[in-house]
């Protein structure tokens, strides 16, 4: 039986209460390993000795050394790519083909590049005046922060784990990581590569478990966690925030979102519907950035809600390692079970099934997993709870629109503010209305078209803090203003 133990201190330690609970496949609901529930005695162990990393041989590396261990670490994940993609893949169940286009390769590159910005970001000087006309030099000064928690979620997990542990390690923090209960298994493996390139013990840490009352409260109340930076559900970054509160430390939210879609009858119409497919269905839908709410010009509307019911009937339910199947399964039963109380409310709050709507007969030996279908709506009025609510799954509400006055207050009617598309032939009418949306990030005819060196973070609940480029710096840094008298 494969079981999944904490990496402390660079070794694999269990859990000394032996408390562990079951890992299994969203796809055929099979056992895929044990894992290990970290108590307070693991969480503190871990905690520790990246505290005491800070002042070891990491803390002594220049930014150079850092930078080529960090590279190191990035060709590693390469080099492992088979193993990688087969522990996501088990873990989610989300197709081989995408996983190995999006979660494993940007899972490596985050290492890469945010070494190569945090080694080649400037620093502030200012030379002022003084009255004995001698004057003095300040200069900003960046330190590491120091024992940074990591907290992640299951939809895209080595990747963005890495999109944090990569800038912390960049700016010379030491972390630890609570990846999701859910998914625990790239985390996990991450501590062998650590070993493998040379990274001082201590320095990446791991403990699994839940959150309330386990691993995830007890790594976010320890007193020497300098900041804590958290993927997932609003709802868990306000209990985050008030663990944080505590010591005034630091924090970085992504949370959730209600993506609008925005498409413009003068839109290239299947660029909108090949952009609205990948923003609703990708990864089942558990995207933070998928487009739940999508708002159509009247006068296309029959023809775009035609054309994504044609492409939604095209999706192919099936096991990753299945090259005709692009549709994995949500990620667990529990969470299917949350989706599918939504589906029910759609009907309920008088929404008319487009296509989709329930649980597809997968046959014997897949009927076990998570699979849900592929679902849109029409016809729920803007309040319905199907509307409001993040509901994380494979579905869209499709609703017409008549002014772009109208589509705007419609975009942000929501408490979140993450992302939306606008889709447009007309640049002066994309940007006008790009800057009136009240989100974080806004794609103009394209969707999760991601340049590392640019912002990424939410408006409203959807989050606080930016990451990203060289956004993190002020997060996983503590600047020091150096002023010296001449
Ligand atoms: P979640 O909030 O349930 O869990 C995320 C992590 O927090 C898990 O590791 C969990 O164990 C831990 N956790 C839960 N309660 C905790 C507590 N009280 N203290 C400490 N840790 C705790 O989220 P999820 O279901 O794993 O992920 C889905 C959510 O993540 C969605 O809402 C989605 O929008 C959001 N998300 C946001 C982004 C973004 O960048 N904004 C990206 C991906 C996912």
């Not at 990846?179 to 840490?205: D, Q």
């Amino acid at each position: 039986m494969k079981e999944f133990k904490h990496f402390i201190n660079g070794h694999y330690v269990a859990s000394a209460s032996g408390n562990t609970f079951e890992n299994r496949t969203p796809v055929d609901n099979s056992l895929i390993g044990l894992v290990h529930e970290a108590g307070k005695a693991e969480v503190d162990a871990a905690v520790r000795a990246a505290h005491a990393a800070l002042r070891g041989p990491w803390g002594a590396l220049t930014q150079a050394e850092r930078t080529a261990l960090l590279n190191k670490v990035a060709d590693r994940i390469n080099q492992r790519f088979d193993e990688f993609l087969d522990a996501e893949c088990r873990d989610t169940g989300k197709p081989r083909a995408m996983a190995s286009h999006i979660d494993i390769p940007r899972g490596a590159a985050n290492f890469k590049a945010f070494a190569e910005t945090v080694a080649n970001q400037p620093t502030e000087g200012f030379r002022m005046d003084t009255p004995d006309g001698r004057g003095a030099v300040n200069l900003g000064h960046r330190t590491p922060k120091g024992v940074i928690a990591v907290i992640a979620p299951w939809n895209l997990p080595l990747l963005l784990m890495t999109w944090k542990v990569g800038p912390a390690l960049a700016c010379g923090n030491t972390v630890v990581v609570k990846p999701s209960e859910e998914t625990p298994a790239t985390t996990t493996l991450l501590g062998e590569v650590m070993n493998e390139c040379g990274v001082p013990p201590g320095v990446f840490n791991v403990v699994h478990g839940f959150g309330p009352d386990s691993a995830g409260e007890f790594l976010t109340q320890h007193p020497l966690v300098n900041a804590i930076t958290f993927t997932g559900e609003t709802r868990t970054g306000e209990a985050i925030m008030r663990a944080a509160s505590v010591g005034l430390r630091n924090i970085s939210l992504e949370c959730g979102g209600k993506n609008p879609g925005i498409v413009f009858a003068d839109c290239d119409l299947e660029k909108a519907v090949e952009g609205t497919m990948r923003s609703a269905f990708v990864n089942c839908g558990q995207v933070c950035l998928a487009t739940e709410r999508v708002y159509v010009e009247r006068s296309i509307f029959p023809k775009f809600l035609a054309r994504m019911k044609e492409e939604v009937a095209k999706l192919r339910s099936g096991r990753p390692e299945d090259s005709d199947a692009n549709f994995g399964p949500l990620v667990s039963l529990e969470h299917r079970e949350k989706v599918l109380s939504y589906y029910r409310l759609a009907v309920e709050e008088g929404a008319t099934v487009e296509i989709g709507g329930g649980v597809p007969d997968m046959g014997a030996e897949l009927n076990d997993g998570a699979w849900i279908e592929p679902t849109i709506w029409t016809g729920l009025p803007d309040d319905a709870r199907v509307i409001r609510e993040e509901i994380f799954g494979p579905c869209c509400h499709i609703r017409p629109f008549d002014t772009e006055a109208e589509v705007i207050a419609l975009a942000n009617d929501t408490e979140y503010g993450l992302a939306a598309a606008i889709w447009t032939e007309n640049s002066a009418r994309a940007y006008r209305v790009a800057e009136q949306i009240e989100a974080g990030l806004v794609w103009v005819n394209s969707w999760f078209l991601r340049d590392l060196r640019t912002s990424f973070g939410g408006a409203k609940q959807s989050g606080i803090g930016r990451e990203g480029g060289i956004h993190g710096l002020e997060f996983y840094t503590e600047l020091k203003n150096i002023c010296v008298k001449l």
